[in-house]
């Protein structure tokens, strides 16, 4: 085992605006020793998600940021290699939380155990994951989609936008994706049976979103705000709910306010006069919801009523540039790195 080093990707310094390859250091390390009780974990595979942004950055957030010089946080499937605690055995799969780097020390707290022959194990970091998990819960909980509704979703070939549309229509209500160009809307549209499919790079997106929704628009599932939001909001029914998710489209703005007129009396006026529910969440606060969760999403993947893409990188070196990828639109389905 000391022969073997371990590849850790740390913040070498905080981005300024979007995170470019020097921000990040890729470094070897000896490979470190499980004392009594510990794991020694070697990562199979690595989730790069949005919320990393915010890791970077010492804007006010609901997590702490990751300090200079530490190992960039993030999901992982990994392999027991050596374990000195009664729960785990070498060669058992488990869901960790090792970040970015190949091998990890662990006292067993908060793994979960992957059944390889269930499902793949690396959509335990997707569809079967905490992104799947946060479109059941903040789709369900916050959004209650009912038959016949009109229920939009942007980011919608990705993990989590993926999952919110597949189960509106699982609910009966109709599933309006929006996604960056021509091949991601042809594969919500005609591989996970989105009703319609938007690109919101198109110049007359608005009005095409505004036909698309001829009976307004119930339920907004926001992952990404920016232009897409601007040209939801005057569409929103009476009643709408909107779970606010994610706001992609900001993250490389760290916070900072943006100047402008100040629109927020008018926004707040048609919130009041269309009783507009729009709420936040974290999918953290929705966990008493994951056994169901797993147990469903199963059956569905299962029946074929759900689907996912994965987009995965190869090597742990390339999760940089993958990361930078993912917050321009270039990753296409839920990305993971196969780190071994
Ligand atoms: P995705 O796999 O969907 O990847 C991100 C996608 O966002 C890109 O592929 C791109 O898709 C889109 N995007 C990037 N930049 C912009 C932009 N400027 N304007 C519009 N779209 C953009 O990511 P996830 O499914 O993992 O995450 C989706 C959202 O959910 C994120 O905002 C994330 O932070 C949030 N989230 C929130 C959680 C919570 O607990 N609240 C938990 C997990 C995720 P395209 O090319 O189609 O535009």
């Not at 609901?62 to 990994?78: H, L």
């Not at 690396?122 to 789709?139: D, Q």
């Not at 232009?227 to 490389?252: K, Q």
């Not at 759900?306 to 995965?312: A, C, T």
């Amino acid at each position: 085992m000391t022969d073997l080093k371990n590849t850790r990707i740390t913040l070498a310094r905080r981005p300024q605006g979007a995170p470019v390859a020097e921000d990040f250091h890729i470094e070897q390390a000896p490979v470190p020793e499980p004392s009594k009780g510990e794991l020694l974990l070697k990562t199979r595979f690595l989730s790069l998600d949005p919320y990393m942004r915010g890791r970077m950055s010492t804007a006010k957030s609901y997590a702490k940021p990751v300090e200079i010089g530490d190992v960039m946080e993030g999901g992982t499937v990994a392999e027991v290699v050596t374990s000195h605690n009664p729960d785990f055995r070498a060669g058992d799969i488990v869901l960790s939380h090792s970040g970015w780097q190949a091998y990890a020390v662990s006292d067993g707290k908060g793994l979960r155990k992957l059944d390889p022959d269930a499902a793949p194990v690396s959509t335990a970091l997707g569809v079967l994951g905490m992104p799947g998990f946060t479109a059941y819960a903040g789709l369900l909980t916050i959004g209650q989609p009912k038959p016949g509704e009109t229920v939009v979703v942007a980011a919608a070939s990705g993990a989590v936008g993926s999952v919110v549309g597949q189960i509106a229509r699982i609910k009966g209500a109709r599933a309006v994706g929006i996604a960056g160009g021509p091949e991601k809307c042809a594969f919500i549209r005609d591989e996970l049976g989105f009703d319609v499919a938007l690109d919101h790079r198109a110049p007359d997106f608005a009005e095409q979103l505004k036909a698309a929704c001829p009976d307004g628009i119930d339920v907004y599932f926001e992952n990404v705000g920016g232009h897409v939001f601007e040209a939801v909001f005057p569409l929103l029914n009476t009643y709408a709910r909107v779970p606010v998710c994610g706001l992609i489209a900001h993250y490389n703005q760290d916070g900072g306010a943006s100047s402008g007129p100040d629109r927020l009396p008018g926004f707040m006026r048609e919130v009041l006069t269309r009783s507009l529910q729009i709420r936040g969440f974290i999918q953290l606060e929705f966990s008493d919801q994951k056994d169901a969760f797993l147990k469903e999403a199963a059956g569905w993947i299962a029946d074929g009523r759900l689907r996912y893409r994965e987009d995965v990188v190869d090597g742990l070196e390339a999760a940089p540039q993958a990361f930078i990828g993912l917050l321009e639109g270039r990753n296409f389905g839920k990305l993971v790195v196969k780190v071994a």
